[in-house]
Every structure is written in C-alpha cells, then in structure tokens.
C-alpha cells in the first residue's frame, strides 16, 4: 500500500509535465494545485492564468474558486476576463491549457455539464466556464480528473470542450 494517494501522485505527475517559462491558463481544482505545485518546485517561471483576470498568480494558498482573492492579491497584474480571452487566449498567447473534468473520452473530449439526459441530469456539474474556448485555442491541453470507470467512458453524457471530437481528421473536416 502507498503513502500517497491517487490523486497526490496524479497532481505530481501533472505538474511534471508543466515546462518552466510555459503560460499556462489554469481550472480549479485539481488543475491549479498540480500547475501551483510547478511553480513552487521544478518550474519556478510557469506563469499561471487565471479566468478571472490575474496573470503571474503566485497564490499561497490554493484558490477555492477563479474569483478567490488570493489569485489577484499575489498576481503580477490583472486584467479584465475579455482581454484574457481575447489577447491571450485566442491570440495563441496560452502554452497549456490545465483543465478538469467530470468525464473525458479516448478522443479528449470532456464533460463539465450532466451526467445522464441534459433535462433531467442525474447529475448537474458546474459547467463549462472558459473549458470550450481554452480546449480550442491553447497550444496544448492537459486533463486532469479522478480516475474511475465513470470518468473514462466510451461516450460523454455531454460534450462540453471537444478535444479531437470523433477522432482523426475531425478538427479540420469542414463543418456543414
């Protein structure tokens, strides 16, 4: 039996794949303390981002939520939420995308919505927030989520951030 948890060992693991100097937008959860234990170890110079507006956040304590005021107290600046998404999101400005999920599939496609029918969800999770757009425009997207049976499935109940939709060339198939 191990000292160390599931999830411990998942953040560590998570937070090894985050390079010193990467821009990386940050969830809450389980995606800012992997990306803050980076900071605080191997990758001093990852500059966390924040939704809610703050860039360079060097919290000292882990955020409960992206409007914690940690996050701004401790940033090097914030910025309004538009100008994240408009500069540095959709302008390429973002390494890794760190996000959580509630479900993912084999073709990186997350779930953040319902579990079960979207008008009567067994269960309902708490949404999408900025996931579809960081899923679409970072450079690279790392999910990280407790792993069961239920969080790995052949089929979302509901797709929220589609990472390679149904898989190879789905991305630049032309839409209808």
Not at 57 to 68: H, T
Not at 114 to 134: C, H, Q, S, T, W
Not at 169 to 175: L, T
Request: glycine share 12%; charged share 20%.
């Amino acid at each position: 039996m191990s000292a160390y948890s599931t999830n411990e060992m998942m953040t560590v693991a998570a937070a090894r794949r985050l390079k010193n100097g990467a821009v990386c937008f940050v969830g809450i959860g389980l995606p800012s303390k992997a990306a803050n234990l980076a900071r605080l170890t191997a990758s001093p110079d990852v500059v966390l981002i924040y939704e809610s507006g703050p860039i360079g956040a060097k919290p000292s304590v882990l955020p409960l939520s992206i409007g914690d005021g940690e996050l701004a107290e401790t940033a090097d600046t914030v910025v309004p939420t538009g100008e994240i998404f408009r500069y540095w999101l959709q302008g390429g400005r973002i390494d890794v995308g760190f996000l959580g999920a509630a479900q993912v599939d084999r073709f990186g496609n997350i779930n953040t919505t319902v579990i079960g029918d979207y008008n009567k969800p067994k269960v309902r999770l708490p949404g999408a927030g900025g996931a579809p757009e960081i899923a679409g425009s970072a450079k690279e997207v790392l999910i990280i989520l407790k792993q069961s049976h239920r969080t790995f499935v052949d089929k979302l109940a509901f797709v929220t951030s589609v990472g390679f939709g149904e898989g190879g060339d789905h991305r630049s198939r032309p839409k209808d």
